[in-house]
């Protein structure tokens, strides 16, 4: 069963960048297809990005498509969410999640529910 840990986030002004890592360990980051969701307060978790098994393949929320840049490297056992131009409205508890059912070279899920496991989650707030 993996375990995955989500670092990177912090207090940022408008316009800023950061980048999230999510650390997988107790298993083979290969294996799963990865995803990036958020939650607000008083709102629901919602779809960031998502990446393939492999890398090659990756899903974006309208709102992120331009902005943020979803990524992996399987040999490091670690992904990424690269967020340039961050606005207020980015601001949000931000999780990593595995899914071990998608197979390889399918694309990857956008619903919390296809995925298994998932981390704690970082903050990420943006002030105006």
Not at 70 to 88: G, V
Request: hydrophobic content about 35%; some cysteine; proline content about 3%.
């Amino acid at each position: 069963q993996v375990q995955l840990v989500e670092s990177g986030g912090g207090l940022v002004q408008a316009g800023a960048s950061l980048r999230l890592s999510c650390a997988a360990s107790g298993g083979t980051l290969s294996s799963y297809a990865m995803g990036w969701f958020r939650q607000a307060p008083g709102k629901e978790r919602e779809f960031v990005a998502a990446i393939s098994r492999s890398g090659g393949l990756t899903r974006y929320a309208d709102s992120e498509k331009g902005r943020f840049t979803i990524s992996r490297d399987n040999a490091k056992s670690t992904m990424y969410l690269q967020m340039n131009s961050l606005k207020p409205e980015d601001t949000a508890v931000y999780y990593c999640a595995a899914d071990e059912k998608r197979p390889m070279w399918v694309v990857p899920g956008i619903g919390s529910f296809e995925y298994e496991y998932w981390g704690q989650g970082t903050q990420v707030t943006v002030s105006s």
